[in-house]
């Protein structure tokens, strides 16, 4: 009995092999189809908003990012609340005389002109005390009707001098997260109330800017909120980019995402994430941010946003000693430094996504083409093994393949490879480039 026992068993274990092949080095399969062309990756910029944290708004990560990913979009915050100093010594025009006002303009003029930033985001976060219904609170904080042109005063006085005396005319602006109201809040009607007023005073003084449309703190929510902004058709002229932060969304499925994406196009507006990043509390956790863990998550945040949401401008939050991905003396380089190159190298300044999927959830894919022509995937090995796929969708096989690779023990791997199936080194980021 023993005996037949075991004869069952040799012949159930040699049909597993033959139907399924090798656990250890599990196949899975990527599909591509160029002729389902999808959004166009406009930038891959970040946030530079220590002026709100530092008063200052310059810091050597930031110079670090600007010299070696040269972004071509970028957001920047601007202070209006200086617990310091009485409102009346910084209202009007007043504001651009302030120091760390001053460094904002300075900074901006300096991203333009040295490191080939186009375009330009503003967004506040905090307003004074004598504007807000509820000075005693740190959030939730509502802007008092009757000193919205007050806001507006200050707002234009910036905008104005950035653009007459820095050479900068910022494109877009936003109240932070304002759906919300981690610091300021606005219900859509006040939204609406505050892009009319605002709007049209803009456009009197000769300023091109516009408003990111919704700058939601997370993907959920996101769709109700612009969608109950856009009912007044008078602002529509005032609207930009649907714009939205990626903000706890690690566990949301992803037609979520694919909500935004598809509001996006029955208004034929870009979609942008003005915020990129999976935790926004990752600050508590001291070094969080310099761990593999952080990231791998970001990494598939990241790819998330492109694939699902299809978001064609992503600005990293941040590219500064704020969440930094590399030491504040710009040394040591942590690993979502490295994943971030996988985007900004590779996935920037124009490549078309096509469309693609995966046989196997864990092996996250994305594809597109280069403005020279290069094909690229991106996969992401979630399993803890390594996983050999094959890729089907090109007309042919092509000449070479660079094959960059970032794990935990080797963050950056550059090699040459042959043929459409690659194996996958196990919980890896991998971009192939199609020559």
């Known amino acids: 009995m023993k005996f037949k026992?075991?004869?069952?068993?040799?012949?159930m274990a040699a049909l597993a092999l033959l139907l399924f092949g090798?656990?250890?080095?599990?196949?899975?399969?990527?599909?591509?189809?160029?002729?389902i062309q999808n959004q166009v990756i406009k930038s891959i910029g970040a946030n530079y908003c220590q002026a709100t944290y530092a008063g200052h708004a310059w810091d050597a990560v930031g110079q670090a990012t600007l010299e070696e990913f040269r972004p071509k979009y970028v957001r920047l915050a601007l202070p209006l609340h200086f617990r310091d100093m009485d409102y009346e010594d910084y209202k009007g025009e007043k504001l651009v005389k302030h120091p760390t006002v001053i460094s904002v303009l300075e900074a901006m003029k300096r991203m333009k002109e040295e490191y080939g930033a186009e375009n330009f985001t503003i967004s506040v976060w905090q307003v004074a005390d004598a504007l807000v219904e509820n000075p005693?609170?740190?959030?939730?904080?509502?802007i008092k009707k009757d000193k919205y042109d007050e806001v507006i005063d200050m707002l234009e006085v910036f905008l104005l001098t950035a653009k007459n005396e820095y050479g900068v005319e910022v494109d877009y602006f936003s109240f932070n997260e304002s759906d919300g109201g981690y610091q300021m809040i606005f219900s859509p009607e006040e939204t609406i109330r505050f892009i009319k007023q605002a709007g049209e005073r803009?456009?009197?003084a000769g300023l091109k800017t516009i408003f990111l449309w919704a700058d939601t703190a997370q993907t959920k929510g996101t769709v109700e909120f612009a969608t109950m902004i856009a009912a007044d058709s008078t602002i529509w002229k005032f609207l930009g980019p649907l714009c939205f932060h990626s903000w706890w969304s690690e566990n949301i499925p992803d037609s979520e995402f694919e909500r935004i994406a598809g509001l996006a196009a029955a208004w034929e507006k870009e979609v942008w994430?003005?915020?990129?990043g999976f935790d926004a509390m990752a600050w508590k956790i001291k070094g969080m941010n310099t761990t593999w863990d952080y990231g791998m998550r970001f990494a598939v945040i990241s790819h998330r946003m492109m694939k699902y949401?299809?978001?064609s401008v992503s600005l990293y939050w941040t590219w500064q000693n704020n969440y930094s991905i590399m030491s504040a003396d710009t040394k040591v380089k942590y690993p979502s430094y490295y994943v971030t190159r996988h985007y900004t190298n590779y996935l920037n300044n124009g490549t078309r996504i096509i469309q693609s999927t995966s046989s196997d959830p864990e092996i996250l894919a994305i594809c597109g083409i280069s403005p020279e022509g290069e094909q690229i995937i991106q996969v992401i090995n979630r399993h803890k093994?390594?996983?050999?796929?094959?890729i089907e969708g090109f007309g042919s096989v092509p000449d070479s393949?660079?094959?960059?690779?970032?794990?935990?023990k080797n963050l950056w791997k550059v090699e040459k490879r042959d043929g459409l199936s690659q194996q996958l080194d196990a919980e890896s980021i991998n971009t192939l480039i199609f020559r």
């Open 385 to 390: 093994r390594p996983v050999t796929i094959s």
């Open 309 to 311: 949401a299809r978001v």
């Open 136 to 142: 005693g609170d740190d959030a939730q904080r509502r």
């Open 22 to 35: 090798n656990i250890s080095a599990q196949n899975a399969r990527i599909n591509i189809y160029p002729e």
């Open 5 to 11: 026992n075991c004869i069952v068993k040799n012949v």
């Open 273 to 276: 994430c003005s915020e990129l």
């Open 202 to 204: 803009f456009r009197k």
């Open 401 to 408: 393949i660079k094959m960059v690779t970032t794990t935990e």
